[in-house]
């Protein structure tokens, strides 16, 4: 495992600038490695070059892939972890400053939508190596910094826009048709992603823009809906209910039921 994280001193930047570059860092994972931030006061903005891994953050649960990337949201415990087969190489840079919300509206990343996707050319990789690369100079200038980590932005801006089509749109359409055929077995994010032919960060920001709720999300209101016809049309037993809704345990089927209606699924049917 190989891992550089270079931090700022506090007089390489001026903290009245709409941005301050915290650090940048870049790391090739070993398999299987694992990594939790706790607390920090600024982002950080993660994009993957190579191999696949999964990022945690308030209780939602990505599948990452190269060309995929995902931001660190201030203040906010996450955890990641390299594939087991296929761990990732990722670049970084920690930053936060007087525009730094701007931005990430411009960017369309938040703590809700924490992922992004750019495959379009190496321009988003290119400036993210030279941001590694200046931050090792012990003169390292701020202004190129800088001039880096807002071509980095424009890419995301910029692809976000040309994303916004209805060729993309239509995935949604594609992913919930999959979703209503084959609700009965326990569906994944992935497996809406290769039927569209598309990452599953792209997917989910898809389903964000059209529906407003996540793919994860969508499938168990679906889920739900189901489950609310069979308790009150039927008289089938909520093992078998569970079963038919691809929840392995019926305890797990109840928690679920529960969270999203707001009681037990007895206590519905009574």
């Given amino acids: 495992m190989f891992t550089n994280d270079f ?7 001026d903290k009245n600038l709409d941005i301050v570059i915290n650090n940048v860092g870049f790391s090739r994972n070993s398999a299987g ?3 939790g931030y706790d607390w920090r006061e600024y982002y950080i903005l993660h994009y993957i070059i190579s191999g696949q891994g999964i990022y945690k953050v308030n ?4 599948h990452l892939h190269a060309k995929d990337g995902f931001l660190v949201p201030a203040r906010t415990m996450v955890i990641y972890q390299a594939d087991e087969t296929e761990p990732w190489s990722v670049y970084w840079v920690g930053f936060w400053g007087k525009k730094a919300d701007y931005f990430l509206n411009r960017m369309n990343l938040s703590a809700e939508n924490p992922v992004f996707h750019y495959d379009k050319d190496d321009s988003l990789i290119t400036h993210m190596e030279s941001m590694f690369k200046e931050v090792r100079y012990p003169q390292r200038a701020q202004e190129v910094l800088l001039g880096h980590f807002y071509q980095a932005t424009a890419c995301i801006i910029n692809y976000n826009k040309d994303s916004l089509n209805p060729v993309l749109q239509n995935y949604v359409t594609i992913a919930t048709r999959f979703i209503e055929h084959n ?7 992935q497996d ?15 389903f964000i823009k059209e529906l407003g709720i996540s793919p994860h999300q969508y499938i168990e209101k679906l889920k739900m809906e189901k489950a609310v016809e069979f308790i009150t049309q039927t008289d089938m037993p909520y093992k078998e209910i569970a079963y038919l809704l691809g929840y392995e345990y019926e305890s797990h089927f109840f928690k679920v039921f529960k969270r999203n209606l707001g009681r037990s699924p007895s206590c519905f049917r009574k």
């Fill in 59 to 62: 209780d939602c649960t990505y």
């Fill in 192 to 206: 809406l992603a290769e039927e569209c032919n598309i990452s599953a960060s792209q997917l989910y920001r898809c």
């Fill in 7 to 13: 931090f700022l001193d506090e007089k390489d930047f």
């Fill in 33 to 35: 490695y694992t990594y």
């Fill in 183 to 189: 609700f009965r077995i326990p569906l994944r994010v």
